[in-house]
């Protein structure tokens, strides 16, 4: 009796501790499942625009990009710009780009910021390092601890060994079966 | 005192001058030893850069270029003095490790060699992003979200052109084409590569070039192309259209992958499936194969990093 309410007892704290990660590793990884649909750690917005630029590559100045950026409320962002390519410019900003192709008055405006607390929550979840890495193996290692306590607490027939055991299986099925189609 | 003729007078200070002149030496001569100590030191690294791939067959073409190239690069010029592979992601080493591993060794420049097919977000964002010598606000958030480490380095940074400029693509692609040829007149090329959504157009133009080069130099007068990476989903349609299309007016269509190195997924799964699902195995002809392994683009990549060390150093005596 002692052993299973010391076992209750490490079960409720650590679950207690570990309770809000639990839900924010839960929520970043239903959006990282997702990847295909959507960013989950970015906005990342990007609208056509006019762009009035000369199509020779050596004529664009400073000027002409600053300008063009006057309309987006970007002119205060400009940093530099550049030619990937024989065909395009790219003016860089602050917090996004100006894609132009040259000679058709053709622009993308691109511009990115993080998504609040996926950001933050996916770049915990997704790479840790440091500090973080080793305390992110003891998390898991609590989630196991948690998992084996939590099945072993109720004696009896609402127990592992009663109807416990027949739910653990059919926990187990699922991703076995999933494993064999993959 | 004896009087000294003013002739006399002349012709001494000439000689003296002369003396003068041969002890100090040429002044053009001094300029020359001046900047031939700054060459010497300067260190060069050679660094060639590729996309990165979970394949070891992928990878292990990339560093066999590295292999192929490295004595004749080091021979090439006293001032490299080492040359690494590095990959952009996936798999170590990166290029941040490789570029900490310059400024370790005291390399005061380095010459990256990316060796990506033509322009994309990787060779003019990401790449230049991650050494530090561009700030893309995308790729620089992209970057660290996935896990890439950016690295300023303390040496200087000089970028090669990219694969798509040489005929030695043009080549690769005509003589893998001609290998699987049998008879021209009644074959369609399908060029499958990997595409890019941002450079979409650089892309496509650069496919047509080739297609028009297999025009020129062989007799296939029929090509299309399609894409096979992100930009379609990793999907087998576009190729399976592409292969379709050259097959309505061809008797036989030949496949060819646009692709830097073998990678299972795409020219096994992505492209090898496409072609399996078109359903006709007498009528395509595929190899998995990729744009390496290539002897010309190893002098390519032996001639690129000279060229770009005269254009950094000025001309410089090779050994």
Redesign the interface.
């Known amino acids: 009796m002692k052993f299973r309410k010391t076992i209750i007892t490490l079960h409720r704290d650590i679950g207690y501790f570990f309770a809000g990660m639990i839900v924010l590793y839960a929520i970043s990884g239903i959006a990282v499942n997702h990847i ?1 649909d959507w960013n989950p ?2 906005i ?1 917005q990007r609208k056509q625009i006019d762009l009035d630029l000369p199509s020779d590559p050596s004529a664009i100045t400073r000027e002409h990009v600053v300008k063009n950026l006057r309309p987006l409320g970007e002119e205060g962002n400009y ?1 530099s710009f ?1 030619f ?2 024989s ?2 410019v ?1 003016i ?6 100006v ?1 132009g ?1 040259l000679g058709t008055g053709v622009g993308e405006y ?3 910021r ?1 998504r609040p607390i996926f ?1 933050e929550a ?2 915990l979840h ?2 840790p ?1 440091g500090w973080w890495l080793l305390y992110s193996d003891i998390f898991a290692g609590a989630l196991i601890f948690i998992t084996i306590t939590g099945v072993c607490i109720l004696p009896g027939r609402n127990g592992l060994a009663g109807r416990g055991k027949w739910l653990v299986a059919a926990g187990v099925v699922l991703p076995l079966l999933a494993a064999i189609q993959l | 005192m004896s009087r000294v003729s003013f002739p006399a007078l002349l012709l001494f200070s000439l000689v003296v001058l002369a003396i003068i002149s041969l002890t100090l030496g040429d002044p053009k001569e001094e300029v020359r030893a001046e900047s031939s100590a700054t060459s010497t030191s300067q260190k060069f690294g050679v660094l060639l850069v590729s996309h990165g791939s979970r394949s070891d067959r992928w990878r292990k073409m990339l560093r066999d270029v590295e292999v192929a190239t490295r004595d004749r690069i080091l021979a090439s010029n006293d001032a490299i003095v080492v040359t690494k592979t590095a990959f952009m992601e996936y798999t170590e080493p990166s290029i941040a490790t490789r570029m900490k591993e310059f400024d370790a060794a005291g390399i005061s420049d380095v010459i990256v060699v990316p060796l990506l097919l033509t ?1 994309s977000s990787h060779s ?1 964002d990401d790449i230049p992003t991650i050494m530090g010598q ?5 790729a620089l ?2 970057l660290k ?3 890439i480490e950016i690295y300023h380095s303390k040496a200087r940074v000089h970028f090669t052109p990219l694969l798509d400029f040489p005929a030695m693509l043009k080549d690769n692609v005509v003589r893998r084409v001609e290998g699987l040829s049998k008879d021209p007149k009644n074959e369609g090329a399908v060029l499958v590569a990997y595409g890019s959504q ?2 979409d ?2 892309w496509r ?1 650069l496919l047509n070039r080739l297609g028009d080069v297999l025009r020129s130099k062989s007799q296939i007068m029929a090509s299309e192309f399609s894409w096979c990476g992100h930009i379609v ?1 990793y999907e087998t349609k576009p190729t399976e259209d592409a292969i379709k299309e050259v097959l309505k007016t061809k008797e036989t269509a030949i496949v060819i992958p646009i692709l830097v190195a073998v990678d299972e997924m795409f020219q096994h799964k992505i492209i090898g499936g496409a072609v399996e699902n078109v359903g006709q195995p007498g009528r395509i002809r595929y190899l998995p194969d990729a744009i390496l392994p290539d002897r010309s683009l190893n002098d390519w990549v032996v001639e690129i990093v000279n060229e770009t060390l005269v254009k950094v150093t000025g001309p410089v005596e090779s050994r």
């Open positions: 295909d750690s970015f990342i940093k550049d990937p390519s065909l395009r790219k860089y900003l602050e917090d996004g780009s894609t192709i691109e511009t990115i993080r950001f996916n770049s997704i790479h390092k | 322009v003019f561009r700030r893309d606000a995308v958030e992209t979200s996935e896990g941002a450079y157009a650089e133009l989903d």
